[in-house]
Structures are given as C-alpha cells and as structure tokens.
C-alpha cells in the first residue's frame, strides 16, 4: 500500500485543531481518574488476618486448701455515749410550791422562826402542814415504792442494776452482785397530774399578799 504524502495536509485548520484539543483533554482526564483510583486503594485499611483460635489449656487440678481455723476477734469496746443535759423550767416546781402553800401553809411554816416556840406548839403546827401536804400528794401524785421488799430485809443487786433508783451506801468493795439490807425502800412517782396553768399565769406568786378591808 503507497501513501500519497500529498494528501497529509501541511497545516492545521480549526477542525484539526478542536480535535487535537479533545484528545489532550482527555488523556488528562484518564491520568486524573487513574491518580484517584492509586489514592484511594492506598488509603484503604488493610485487612489483618485473625489468628487461629487455640483450644484453652485444660485447667489445672487444685488441691484444697486446709481449712483455716478462724482468729479470735478483738472484744468490741463500747463508747459510751454523752450524758444529754435536759434544760427544765421551773413553772411545775412553783406551782407544787403553791398548792403545798395553799393546802398545808409549807412555805409559811419553812419561813418561820421556830427557835422560840415550845415543842408542843411546833407539834401542833406541824399536823397541820402534815395534812395539807398529804392532801396535796395523794391529789396530784401516785406514788409507788421503788423496791417491794420490806424495809431491813436482805437482798442482793445483780450486775448492772439502775443506780439511779437503788443507793449503795456502807463498805461497798468489788463489782456486784452485792448483798446487803434494804434500809428504805425508796419512792417513785408512776403518775403526775398537776392542773393547767391559764395563759399568762405567773407561777412564781405561790400565794398572793391578803389585805382585809
């Protein structure tokens, strides 16, 4: 086959030209998608095959252990707790005042001077107030003996009895239990009654001046 070389055309015309344009344009589209292709399989994560699983290792046989005998623990020292002060007002102690006062005339017989008077006019005075005094008792208070037993009889306190209702008095040596004589048997008020005071009363007058007119 001859090629006529006369029929290559010497110089370029705009068709040429617009053809030659394309195909740079796209060789340089192919390199660009070829670049992206090598960028993106090198930032693709690498698969890392997982080891083959082995089976666990038999346990080992465990020999028991002998028992060990439990350590004596270290007796519990209580702390004793704090002695709570009760702050009291004295309206109830005045107004026994001046019910004993009324009923028995104690705070005048207290208040007398009875270094002067025979003992037969004391004796007199003195089973007046004691009546008085009985009324106001048995009126407003129930009083129960602390210990059942007949007085000067023996008897023996266990460990741990309340000392505030039973007073050991005498040569008192060692820890209880103690043994000795009931010497008096103790009071104890089971019940307390005393009347309202009315709303602005003042207890501390036990007896108001009399004046007679």
């Not at 005042?97 to 037969?120: K, P, S, T, W, Y």
Request: glycine fraction near 6%; hydrophobic fraction near 45%; include cysteine.
């Amino acid at each position: 086959m001859q090629i006529d070389l006369n029929l290559i055309p010497t110089t370029l015309d705009a068709l040429h030209a617009g053809l030659a344009a394309l195909a740079a344009l796209l060789l340089l589209l192919c390199l660009l998608l070829a670049l992206i292709s090598v960028f993106a399989i090198s930032r693709r994560p690498k698969v890392v095959a997982a080891p083959a699983t082995t089976a666990p290792p038999a346990p080992k046989a465990v020999t028991p252990k002998p028992a060990e005998t439990p350590r004596p623990q270290p007796a519990r020292v209580e702390t004793p707790k704090p002695v709570v002060v009760r702050e009291t007002t004295p309206d109830a102690a005045l107004q026994l005042l001046g019910l004993l006062q009324q009923e028995a005339r104690f705070v005048d017989f207290v208040q007398e001077n009875i270094a002067g008077h025979a003992d037969a006019d004391i004796g007199a005075a003195v089973r007046v107030v004691h009546e008085g005094c009985s009324k106001v008792l048995k009126q407003y208070f129930k009083l129960e003996p602390v210990r059942s037993e007949a007085e000067g009889s023996r008897l023996t306190l266990p460990k741990g009895f309340d000392a505030a209702a039973v007073r050991v008095s005498g040569n008192i040596v060692g820890e209880p239990p103690f043994t000795g004589s009931l010497i008096h048997k103790g009071w104890r008020a089971g019940k307390v009654h005393l009347p309202k005071l009315a709303e602005g009363h003042d207890a501390s007058i036990l007896a108001p001046a009399e004046v007679e007119l």
